[in-house]
């Protein structure tokens, strides 16, 4: 007790504050997580002072016994003020129902202030006002997803609830659109042309763009063609692309750097005698490594140009065929040299360790490898056709594991911040990228250990040959005659 004037007396506050971030839950009760507490302090409903989930706020403490508790006193930071919900309208007003339901107030719209949404769609709200005393923030509607249950809306409303863009720059826009629609004649030319051969596209009627397709014709030796066809996504995305304002060739010269920086960091004494890139992307990281190494650069692989990409082959042993029919080796290049082979990425590691091989088979002392990406450990799950994690060759393996495994004398991977900077270095006002194949800290929250379980079960090799041996069925082959096995093509761009 104080007396702060002759004969008034004021009992002291024995409470303190600390510092935290809103966990809220679906009945408007919530938590305070600090690092002050190890406790998390339970805020009723009251006491929340407007605060919603993820706000970083100043709770006050209750002198009391048991389970830290507390009321929220100042509202310090907003995690955010756009939210994604579903429109309900009256003759007077509107509201925008939020979709998840962490936020337990819905938010008001005065209809001068809907831009155009209608009762029931999916819409973005921004709380631009919250009245002392008011049940509901104020808000204006700053963009109309469309329709509930449209597949584009659906879509981008959980892109934009997780704060990821859902609609592509305007210098992306205005790119796509200088595309020809038509093929070039020149272009047309560089190609295998399968126009008169009967060709089956395996995308479903309703598909919003067809992108794989199997062709089947007799040889003139009696033997059957399967062709396995895809989309040559590489035609359009070209080197000088850009991609959220950064451009894709600058952030491969930056990676370059990085990665040299890194070999001078951990391995000064290097004896690295000649740089080869992997091709084709690689060349372009491969050379600014070489230069800034000051390590002559030498293309020690030419590429078989009809031969696609090993990567989304069906089986391992079909990729491990195709390796060497896709490259061949100049042996004047690695004989007698300590070779750097430069890469994107080490994905199965199955292409690595056949051009490791390659690399030896041709005259190299010693067979070093980088990677321009950090180890591939976990799954895509956000539309990239990946293995499963257990055909990932650094999935629960050490870095030295998976230098043994190819075979290289020496291993070196890109560290996952420096591959975030020199994107991040093209557009600083990005501050959060997907790196979920890297760490496994996947952005939506919802992946879990079932989930990618069942990706497995979906993914693995044996599921996928399982369909080559229908092929092979349908086309009368026989296993055990080599020269009657069909020649499965997988041809890109077809």
Excluded at 211 to 237: F, M, P, R, T
Excluded at 458 to 480: M, P
């Amino acid at each position: 007790v104080s007396e702060p004037e002759r004969g008034k007396f004021k009992i002291k506050s024995t409470s303190k504050t600390i510092i935290g971030s809103v966990d809220m839950t679906s009945t408007g009760t919530a938590y305070v997580i600090s690092e002050d507490s190890e406790n998390d302090i339970f805020i009723n409903q009251k006491k929340t002072l407007n605060a919603l989930h993820g706000d970083t706020v100043k709770v006050k403490l209750y002198p009391k016994k048991g389970k830290p508790e507390g009321e929220i006193i100042e509202i310090i930071e907003r995690s955010k003020t756009e939210f994604v919900g579903t429109i309900e309208l009256s003759h007077k007003f509107g509201f925008l129902v939020p979709s998840s339901n962490r936020i337990h107030v819905d938010i008001y719209i005065p209809l001068n202030k809907l831009n155009g949404a209608k009762d029931g769609q999916k819409a973005i709200a921004k709380i631009v006002e919250w009245p002392k005393g008011a049940l509901n923030p104020i808000g204006e509607i700053i963009d109309v997803l469309g329709d509930v249950g449209d597949n584009n809306t659906e879509m981008h409303a959980i892109l934009a609830e997780y704060g990821l863009p859902y609609q592509f720059p305007d210098d992306v826009e205005k790119m796509a659109d200088k595309i020809p629609v038509e093929i070039t004649q020149e272009e047309i030319k560089k190609r295998r042309d399968f126009r008169e051969i009967t060709t089956f596209t395996i995308d479903p009627v309703d598909a919003k763009d067809f992108d794989d397709a199997l062709s089947i014709q007799k040889l003139s030796n009696g033997n059957w063609e399967i062709g396995v066809h895809i989309a040559d996504v590489s035609h359009y995305v070209k080197p000088d692309s850009i991609i959220d304002n950064i451009s894709v060739y600058r952030s491969r010269l930056r990676m370059g750097e990085r990665l040299a920086d890194k070999i001078n960091r951990v391995w000064p004494d290097h004896d690295i005698d000649v740089v080869i890139p992997i091709p084709d992307t690689s060349t372009t990281s491969a050379m600014q490594l070489a230069l800034k190494l000051n390590v002559k650069l030498r293309h020690g692989f030419v590429k078989n140009r009809y031969i696609g990409r090993t990567f989304i082959m069906p089986g391992q042993q079909m990729r491990k065929k195709s390796v060497k029919q896709k490259l061949n080796a100049i042996g004047l290049e690695f004989k007698d040299q300590n070779v750097l082979l430069v890469d994107d990425s080490i994905v199965r590691g199955t292409t690595s360790q056949q051009i490791v091989d390659m690399a030896r088979e041709a005259g190299a002392k010693k067979v070093y490898f980088a990677s321009a990406a950090p180890a591939v450990r976990y799954p895509n799950v956000y539309g990239i056709d990946m293995p499963s994690a257990k055909e990932l060759i650094a999935h629960g393996r050490t870095d030295k594991e998976v230098e043994e495994l190819i075979g290289a004398d020496k291993l070196i991977y890109q560290d996952l911040d420096d591959l975030i900077e020199t994107c991040r270095e093209g557009n600083p006002k990005l501050t959060r990228f997907d790196t979920s194949v890297f760490d496994g800290k996947y952005v939506t929250g919802d992946i879990d250990e079932n989930y990618l379980q069942a990706l497995d079960d979906r993914r693995n090799d044996l599921a996928k040959n399982s369909g080559i041996e229908r092929i092979e069925d349908i086309a009368g082959a026989d296993e055990d005659d080599e020269d009657n096995i069909m020649d499965l093509h997988n041809v890109g761009g077809a």
